[in-house]
């Protein structure tokens, strides 16, 4: 967009602005006009208001000179302004203006809303409503900009109560209670967000706080405008009363019916009698599993769509497909990264998707309870990659797909798709080139398919080059496909061959095309864009362009949405076999070269805009050989490392098999941050482990340190700590050796805090302190700022806090001194812990409420959720743990979106402290102990310790002897570690006595 209006004024695209007074009431009341004309007594008006000078109208008239300079300095026309004898208008494009995206996408939401796509319908109000900045035109005092600013700020208001009620229908009201809440703060005379804020808290179960915010508007509207709340809310607050709110569980909660088939296919030929078969044996025998098998391009998918499709009545509740690429180029979904794909078609926000597998596809079998669902299971590898993702109960049917039988899937009943017979194939033939053509060349015809091996893919791809050739015969086409033999040896059954259908196709697109359809086989990713095919063929953005569009038409490759292009599996198989002979190795290497390099260049630059000072040292130096290519992707930042995240971790393997070692460890290194921060530690691991087996193989004790260094990050991550203190052990032993002192301090304060969360505190100080002992110079401000943050964290957890309170403020002084935000926010919190700890609890209120703001605006959920445990026990210890267990669920939602394990510990076993102090024992009994096994099996001793003296909390007044046992055990593992939380179960033992 290149102009913003809902927030302080934009102009560019960009963060850029006019900044004269008059020039910037000008623009935004033409703005606010957008596509017509302002009279020039308005905009006189606008500017002055009551006293306008003789010369206002050639004041004016510099006013919009001066706009159309600084236009034609941000890359705009100066012609987007037009004059005219009446006035001044702005001439936009329909995405020019976020004004204008904002209610288009909020017209196209009520429409959703309207047509019952309530799912749809919630994104789409979501995606309007993020347009928004901050106050429209804000800075700007012109009352008549103001006065039209108003209006739309009315017209967001609107949208967020429409969305707001979409997303209580959806079952989100837990969700909404913050925004609902700062809103109603903002907005106390609007009743409708005042009783959706009332329908949230008695979906919750908080009646009474509902019943609070009644009052709290009653009072409002009899001290403001001297009237009592309207009829609708009035008959909601007698509702709340009369319990008539309160939720009664998820399942009850109406839910749009999802639509996540893909179309069926209108020419769909020879399959009717499979298709009415299948659906008659589900009908009637109660069939929950149906599996279906067949070669490859047999049709198994369309087959399963049709079905689907045809019993998509008895099934109103969901209708999901997953492709698990079990026979692809990419590597067969996991049960949860699959389920994962499931649960976003069903609505689950990113926040309620949880990080263990386990509990994924718990979530999932507890979302289909209750449903009427038919779940496409597509591509399937294995029984085991499918049987996890098998819902419970007899009121869901599961359509499965695979090159392979598989058995050994219980209740699952067979079909194996054969294909199709010489009829049935000439029908299909008829159906996409035409029916009167292909019956005027019956033997032709016949030739054809056979050619094909009567396999629907190939005779669709030969089908379709005969309807765009309405000049060959049906006979040339035969001729065609039987000249030269079929690349694709696999798939050849005695004369069928359906590589004779490809190299058809081949054989039609221009050279350019057809150079550009055999390196797009490289790439191991599913889509990809132009900048990743001009990058492999070294075109200009523009050629690529052209390229792709003949192979889109030529059905070569699948424009899968706009920008994004993927080939069908059998045309990626296809298209490397024509790389593999020895005339094409160099052709094939330098193509490999070329989208290494990109991938490589576009990930550095992500890299170095994200990361911190002090890790950007060993990000890659990397010049990418086509600039041209990189910035469009690398501003997407973020958003495109996502898109790409499976492609990227190919294309590590890739470098690998292919020898391209340099390359393979440097594009693990570049997507440390972004795996990372992702959570997508898995991929971290794979990666980075590749990675270090290249450097090894190259003798690169650099890169070894590089890759072993970042490999711990994610076992820290997953409370690995031993791996993780191994592997960064010799990487300090390397580091050491090269002589490389920036580095070997960072390791050393990894390694400090490793230590100390794995409880060896001790050993984590000495690690601290040699690392304080190598900084020396202001150079090495960077590096003492993270050695500072991480030795007060170990101090914290050794409860050493005098100590920790020193280092804290030091820490805060250097943050500051360098400027380094995201640290001085770290030092906030650290702060704020400490002061509570130390008894000062005002400060620390204070404290950790500015540094809760700050890391939120930072985006740290990590630290997010350390700030608001320490909040929680703070209420919690105040008297008030119904506040506190929310706050424990909050930080337990940021802790498991970052796949922080000991702190998912940290904040279950804190939750369960709270729900104890609320009176339910029972609840909290079984936390602590789920806590516990965690705990155990992840060897974090603090929460081992923590849950034993929960769980004696617990028991003590029903059964002292268990407390004490389980108290017993708890004291030895807090005096390991040095934890004074040993003191506080002496004391209960005492009072056992």
Known sequence: MRFGILGPLRVGGGESTVTAGRDRIVLA???????????????????????????????LQTCVSRLRRRFAELGLSPETIVTDPAGYGVRTAPADLDAEVFTRGVETARAAVASGRLVDARERFRAALVLWRGPALAGIPSRSVRRRAQALEEQRLTALEECVDVELRLGRAAELLEELTESVDQHPLRERLRGQLMLALSSVGRQADALTVYRDGRRIYADELGIEPGVELQELHQRVLAGDLALAGRETVPVAPVRALPRAIGDFTGRQDTVARLVKEIEEDGTRIQLIDGMAGSGKTTLAVHVATALADRYPDAQLFVDLHGHSERTPLTPATAVASLLRQLGVPAERMPVDPDDRLALWRTELAGRRALVVLDNAASVDQVVPLLPNGSHCLVLITSRRRLVGVDEGRPSSLPVLDADEAIELLGRVAGAERVAAEPEAAAEVVLRCGRLPL??????????????????DLAERLVAGAGPLAELTAGQRSVGQAFALSYAQVSPPAQRLFRLLGLFPGGRLDRQVAAALADLSLADAQELLDELVDAHLAEEVQPGRYRLHDLLREYARLLLEGRERRNERQAALERLLDHHLSVTVAIAWSIEAAGSRRTIPVCTPSRPDLVAAPASEGRAWFEENLAALTALVRLAEEEDFPIQCWQLARACWRLNFDGGHLDELIETHTIGLRVAERLGDEAAIAVMLNYLSSAYFRLARFPDAIRSMEVALDLRRRLGLRGD???????????????????????????????VVGPDDAHELTNLQNNLCFALIGWGRYDEALRTARRHLLLARQTKDMRQTVNALGHLGMIRHRLGHLAPARRILRLALHLKRRWANRFGEGEV???????????????RAAALHRDALVAMMEVGDRVGQCASRNLLARAILDQGDVASALDLHRRVLGDATRLSVRYEQARALEGIARCLRDTDPRAARAHLTRALPLFRQIESPDQHEVERLLTELD
């Open 29 to 59: 009341m033409l703005l606010l006009r957008s596509g017509r004309l302002v009279p020039v007594e308005e905009l006189v008006d606008a500017v002055w208001e009551e006293r306008p000078p003789a010369t206002a109208r050639a004041q």
């Open 458 to 475: 190939a005779i669709r791809l030969a089908g379709a080059r005969l309807a765009h050739r309405p000049h060959w015969r049906v006979a």
């Open 744 to 774: 070997v301090l960072s390791t050393l304060w990894n390694l400090g805090i490793s230590y100390a969360a794995n409880g060896d505190f001790r050993q984590g100080k000495a690690k601290f302190d040699e690392a304080l002992s190598m």
């Open 868 to 882: 608001l445990n320490e909040i929680g026990v703070m209420e919690r210890e105040a008297g008030r743990p119904d």
